[in-house]
């Protein structure tokens, strides 16, 4: 097992009382293996990757739980004690690559600032590493010497993941990371994501709104409604029987799965998986 959460609680604390946005998660995820995480906006998905990054800040604060990575719980660790873990094991992508990345500096700069901070200080190692990675999701080696705003949406996403590739992490947390894109774009990052993950074998937890992007892709798949687990199961059966796999809020008319493989089913043109609930 790569990673074990449980019980984990995310609170933020404010003045007048403190908002609980991750509610008791528990999951494990295998090496290897791409859960992904759905859910409406606000529901807590991005409180939950951080958390397990460890990199909540103020007002945010762990209420409660572990995140044992490896072996190691990484709750309540120091920045230097996780800093061996950060890129070099788990890696994050960020849900907006223009905010993650530094707009004065280029890329090969900002890669090189990474490899530098981490221990790599080979002028070679470093030059060779960072060429390889981009031409990994496809961007031409010449963009080293770009800034962010000379590339596209795409690229910035792609040379963000190219950048969470550097140390060959065991996990990639990735956060909406197709969601500026269109839908073209999306999908072809998606499977440029997947081809990656097949040939380099690091576990993806991976965070969308949009299950019908997700679910192609995803071993597992995991439903949040209001900061909890809602559902939690291989992705083919989520989609078989919604609510059957976790005893979530199965008294609800209308559960948060449905509600999104509704609005799923109204803006997916391509890819149905197999068992696709219409037909
Ligand atoms: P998601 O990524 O699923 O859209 P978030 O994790 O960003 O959800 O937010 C979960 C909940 O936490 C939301 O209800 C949001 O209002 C609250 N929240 C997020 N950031 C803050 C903050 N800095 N201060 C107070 N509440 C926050
Ligand atoms: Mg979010």
Request: aromatic residues 6%; proline residues 4%; glycine residues 6%.
């Amino acid at each position: 097992m790569l990673l074990e959460v449980s019980g984990l609680s995310v609170d933020y604390v404010l003045d007048r009382a403190d908002v609980r946005a991750v509610d008791n998660v528990s999951f494990t995820l295998d090496r290897g293996e791409f859960l992904g995480i759905v859910g409406e906006s606000g529901c807590g998905k991005s409180t939950l990757l951080f958390a397990i990054a460890q990199l909540l800040a103020p007002p945010a604060r762990i209420a409660a739980g572990s995140v044992t990575f490896k072996g190691d719980n990484l709750v309540g660790l120091t920045d230097r004690q996780l800093s061996s873990v950060r890129w070099r094991d788990m890696s994050v992508v960020m849900q907006s690559a223009m905010n993650a990345l530094n707009p004065v500096k280029s890329i090969g700069a900002q890669f090189r600032d990474a490899m530098r901070a981490h221990g790599k200080t080979s002028r070679d190692e470093i030059a060779t590493r960072s060429a390889e990675v981009l031409r990994m999701v496809g961007i031409d080696q010449a963009h080293l010497r770009s800034y962010p705003h000379q590339l596209s949406g795409g690229m910035r996403q792609r040379a963000m993941i190219a950048m969470a590739l550097l140390f060959t992490p065991d996990l990639v947390i990735m956060d909406e990371p197709t969601s500026a894109l269109d839908v073209v774009a999306q999908r072809s990052l998606m499977v440029q994501i997947k081809e990656l993950q097949r040939s380099l074998g690091f576990a993806i937890v991976f965070v969308t709104h949009d299950m019908s992007l997700v679910s192609h892709f995803s071993d597992r798949l995991m439903v949040m409604y209001a900061g909890q687990v809602d559902e939690l199961g291989a992705t083919r059966a989520i989609f078989s029987a919604p609510n059957s796999t976790s005893g979530g809020s199965s008294d609800t008319d209308m559960n948060a799965l449905t509600v999104i493989a509704w609005s799923a089913l109204v803006v997916t043109t391509t890819m149905p998986p197999a068992n696709w609930p219409v037909a």
